[in-house]
């Protein structure tokens, strides 16, 4: 089961981004567990080691919203006041708000102070929270806090919880309302994020795409748009590509560089509906690739794969491609493929069809007797095998959201994982679902015990 399977169902709308950002031991980990309510466990730094996961579905007041951890980087490494400002800059960028953890034990430091100049030009929403306030006597230390001129520190301890709750009531506040399900009207133009290792096409083929129609941001009703997004005409329709900025920029060699590039590829998959991986055709399927495509999948959002530098493929790179395709694109069968050449615009008109595709994958809704009739003919073509003398049954489905598409199995035992995989396979030559990762969970009843 992929993680989006453990959460309830949040709306489509773009959900708002918090970014949490200080420097190394400020205890922004500890933070970001206890705001996840240890529901996920963020993974320990190891010195050196950038972490996969970024960011985290988080839930406050029944409200939703995406946390980016910031902290995933090597505190060791050398000009880290210089480190702390690229951190703060890209974190500005991509967040709807920031919340600026500072050690109220500690105090304010160099480095601090560097990242309040970056949060003054942004101008974005900033929350102040004065951690390691354990207890009364250490109140007095976060306000001396009110010096660093963002406002209101807040005290809390991170560790043991203290005003973690008044916190969240705070950041809320920050952050701007998301689009409820019901109302999607305001939804705006598509949100698609163009992702891929370096060097593979993505700023040749956005040119491209903005070159045919760039959009004047004025006259596209009811949009605000973030600076380093772009909107483009495309197929008589606006769409907004995601960080584009991040795209266009050449991000300077640092060592933080890799960590940066994955930080901005998987903020820009989360706040896209969906996301187009650009393949370079001619080289072999990597490993990179491969794990942008996971985050894709992790994420729940639609997906397209390009394979751009088509004019470089030959007959003999074509047999080998094949080959690749087969065996390391497998999870991601039903994502519709399109050969293009970025450089030339060959193809490029097929993107837009391919997009719609995968979109309507995305947001397909089976009906609940659609649903049944199917899981009722389904269980009788290929009952589950029997386990140690039980076969679990599939009482009865609901699909609970869309976007990605989230089935509720009630069952009479656990499934197997291959069982689940057929499911997941009928499903798809039932009703389509091109594009899309599909969330299977399952409710197992409980027997009452006879007396
Ligand atoms: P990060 O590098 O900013 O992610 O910081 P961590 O979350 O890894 O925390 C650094 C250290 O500070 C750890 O030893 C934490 O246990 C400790 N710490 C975090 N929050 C608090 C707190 O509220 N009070 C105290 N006393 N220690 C804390
Ligand atoms: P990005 O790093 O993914 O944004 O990649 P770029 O768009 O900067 O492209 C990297 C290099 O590949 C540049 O030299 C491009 O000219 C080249 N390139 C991009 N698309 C194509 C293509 O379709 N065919 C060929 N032959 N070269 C391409």
Not at 174 to 194: F, H
Not at 357 to 368: F, H, I, M, S
Not at 374 to 398: C, N, Y
Request: a negative charge; zero cysteines; glycine letters at 8%.
């Amino acid at each position: 089961m992929s993680e989006y399977d453990e959460h309830e169902a949040v709306a489509s709308g773009p959900i708002p981004v918090l970014a949490v950002i200080g420097r190394p031991n400020v205890g922004k980990s500890t933070l970001v567990n206890r705001i996840l309510g240890r529901r996920e466990a963020v993974v320990e730094d190891i010195p050196g080691v950038t972490r996969d996961r970024i960011s985290y579905d988080a839930h406050w007041n029944g409200r939703a919203f995406t946390l980016v951890d910031t902290g995933g980087w090597d505190p060791d490494a050398k000009g880290m006041a210089e480190r702390i400002r690229e951190q703060a800059e890209i974190a500005v960028s991509l967040a709807d708000a920031v919340l600026f953890v500072v050690d109220a034990v500690v105090g304010i430091t160099d480095a601090d102070a560097e990242v309040v100049k970056v949060l003054r030009r942004a101008g974005k929403p900033v929350v102040l929270a004065a951690n390691k306030v354990d207890d009364e006597r250490t109140e007095a230390e976060a306000h001396a806090l009110w010096n660093l001129g963002l406002g209101e520190p807040h005290p809390i301890s991170a560790l043991h919880g203290r005003g973690s709750g008044d916190l969240l009531d705070v950041i809320l506040e920050a952050l701007p309302e998301p689009p409820t399900e019901e109302d999607p009207v305001d939804a705006g133009p598509r949100r698609v994020a163009i992702v891929g290792r370096p060097n593979v096409g993505k700023s040749s083929l956005l040119n491209k795409l903005a070159g045919a129609e760039r959009v004047v941001v004025d006259n596209v009703a009811g949009t605000t748009v973030d600076p380093v997004d772009e909107l483009v005409e495309l197929g008589d329709r606006t769409w907004r590509f995601i960080d584009t900025a991040g795209i266009r920029k050449r991000v300077k060699e640092s060592s933080g560089h890799e960590y940066y590039a994955w930080l901005r590829t998987s903020t820009a998959i989360d706040r896209a509906e969906v996301a187009v991986l650009v393949l370079d055709a001619e080289e072999s399927i990597a490993e990179q690739d491969v794990r942008i495509l996971q985050a894709v999948r992790d994420a729940g959002r639609a997906l397209v794969i390009a394979f751009n530098k088509w004019d470089l493929v030959d007959e003999e790179r074509r047999f080998y491609l094949e080959r690749e395709v087969e065996r390391d694109l497998v999870q991601v069968r039903w994502a519709p493929r399109i050969n293009i050449t970025a450089r030339t615009g060959w193809h490029i008109d097929r993107l837009v069809p391919a997009l719609d595709k995968a979109l309507e994958g995305w947001e397909t809704r089976v009906g609940t007797g659609a649903l049944n009739s199917f899981l009722g003919r389904l269980v009788a073509e290929r009952p589950h095998p029997v386990r140690g003398g039980k076969q679990p049954k599939v009482l009865f489905g609901t699909q609970a959201s869309t976007a990605p598409p989230t089935f509720v199995l009630f069952t009479s035992g656990k499934l197997d994982q291959g069982y689940e995989r057929f499911i997941e396979r009928r499903l798809r030559e039932e009703f389509g679902f091109v594009g899309t990762p599909i969330a299977l969970q399952q409710r197992v009843r409980e027997k009452r015990k006879r007396r």
